[in-house]
């Protein structure tokens, strides 16, 4: 049987450890505050959001959300980037991907102060973690390390393959399992025989955004998944050959409109040694870690 390698549970403990912490902000200065820019109208960026907000409520961060139409011009966005980078009571900036075409992406996150960046996204934090340095890591790596260390998941010289090589995901991914002592490999649209360079791995992340791509020839029998990939499956088609004889995932179809699916296979998820459910896996950990990044700004820039 499978080690299911729950999300949820890591995600309640890094929140309950950063509760302390911003009663003692609260307390003695401010409490962290995050700033979140979203533009237009994405739905999957407007549930991200949510989630987002959420977590700061509950935790007692203080949230707001600037929301510029699907319209807006790079100069606008970079105005607000500003103004938000000289607010005293905002620790952390996130601006939610993807922008709309019309925008210079890059121009919007170069122009974050780094100190705010709680994404870690900026070049400076990229550098950061590069040389090994201190400073904010991007959540959805440094929740799955989180994971690693909960479930005593000993990465020193193990094969490590990462499937993904986003700025996002996949290259900090391949960083921080390396600072782990593990031996990283790194695969990517290109690779030529990604099942052979995935079937040696004795820990596999798939960072892809391909609906149960990896199949069973993907996944050794003693490796641990962690499958990042958040895929919404629309046609009935679709589910009934993912989930076959699955009437709830059809259930769940009729009802929201979609099904969620990782990028491994469910059926090859059941002969590893031990996975990260979609939902429930690494979802939950990357807004606690988007919460832990906010409360360590928030403590270096009050002085704490
Ligand atoms: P991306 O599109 O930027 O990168 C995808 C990567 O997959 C690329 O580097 C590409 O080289 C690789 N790839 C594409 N096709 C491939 C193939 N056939 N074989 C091997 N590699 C291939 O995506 P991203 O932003 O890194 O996100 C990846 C997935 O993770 C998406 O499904 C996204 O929704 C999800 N995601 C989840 C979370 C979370 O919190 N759970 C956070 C970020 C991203």
Do not use: W
């Amino acid at each position: 049987m499978a080690l299911i390698l729950d999300g949820k549970q890591v995600r309640d403990r890094i929140l309950a450890s950063l509760r302390p912490r911003v009663e003692k902000l609260a307390e003695a200065a401010r409490p962290p505050g995050l700033a979140v820019v979203l533009v237009g109208h994405n739905p999957a960026s407007e549930i991200y959001v949510r989630g987002k907000v959420k977590a700061c409520e509950e935790l007692g961060i203080h949230s707001e959300k600037h929301l510029p139409t699907s319209d807006v011009t790079t100069e606008e966005l970079l105005f607000l980037i500003r103004s938000l980078n000289e607010r005293p009571d905002i620790d952390g900036i996130l601006v939610q991907l993807p922008l709309p075409e019309q925008v210079d992406e890059d121009a919007v996150l170069m122009a974050l102060d780094p100190v705010k960046d709680v994404d870690g996204f900026h070049p400076v934090n990229v550098g950061h973690l590069v040389a090994g340095r201190p400073g904010p890591r991007p959540c959805t790596p440094s929740g799955i390390m989180r994971l690693f260390q909960h479930y005593k998941i000993d990465l020193a010289g193990k094969r490590a393959v990462v499937i993904g090589r986003s700025g996002i995901v996949g290259k900090p991914m391949a960083l921080l399992l390396l600072y782990a002592n593990a031996t990283v490999t790194i695969c990517h649209s290109r690779t030529r025989g990604l099942a052979a360079e995935c079937g040696r791995a004795d820990v596999l992340v798939a960072a892809i955004g391909r609906p149960a791509f990896l199949t069973g020839e993907f996944v050794a029998p003693d490796a641990v998944v962690v499958d990042v990939g958040i895929n919404r499956l629309k046609d009935r088609q679709s589910v009934e050959r993912i989930f076959p004889g699955d009437p709830e995932k059809l259930e769940e179809l009729g009802l929201k409109g979609s099904v969620l699916v990782g990028d491994v296979h469910p059926a090859a998820l059941s002969q590893c040694a031990a996975y990260t459910p979609v939902p429930g896996g690494v979802g939950p950990l990357t807004i606690a870690m988007l919460m832990s990044n906010t409360v360590e700004a928030a403590e270096r820039r009050l002085g704490f």
